[in-house]
């Protein structure tokens, strides 16, 4: 089991930038595959971005290519989500999530096993 905290949430113009965290609890942080998404008032829950716990490998969703980067440092068992170019769009709660030793669709949020309690970003105009 792990427990996920997401942190570095805040207020941020438009063109900012922000870096939001997930600390990740236990020994095993290198076996999951972390994913971010995003949910807005009155929307669904929407892929971000996500990386392997093989390799290393990322994947994003077209809204943010080339202004989001997701890495991770299992060293230190976190994940991150760097947002440069913010848009007022990109406002929302943004949630890490954990699917443990998983390969495949990594913007389905139904295979992930494990929620953080979200951070909320707003981006103003």
């Known amino acids: 089991q792990v427990q996920l905290v997401e942190s570095g949430g805040g207020l941020v113009q438009a063109g900012g930038s922000l870096r939001l965290s997930c600390a990740a609890s236990?020994?095993?942080?290198?076996?999951?595959?972390m994913g971010w998404f995003r949910q807005a008032p009155g929307r669904e829950r929407e892929f971000v971005a996500a990386i392997s716990w093989i390799g290393g490998g990322t994947s994003s969703a077209d809204s943010v290519k080339g202004r989001f980067t997701v890495s991770r440092d299992n060293a230190k068992n976190t994940l991150y989500l760097q947002m440069n170019s913010l848009k007022p769009e990109d406002t929302a709660v943004y949630y890490c999530a954990a699917a443990q030793y998983y390969s495949g669709s990594y913007s389905n949020f139904r295979v992930y096993d494990y929620w953080g309690q979200g951070t909320q970003v707003t981006v103003s105009s």
């Open positions: 236990g020994r095993t942080f290198s076996s999951y595959s």
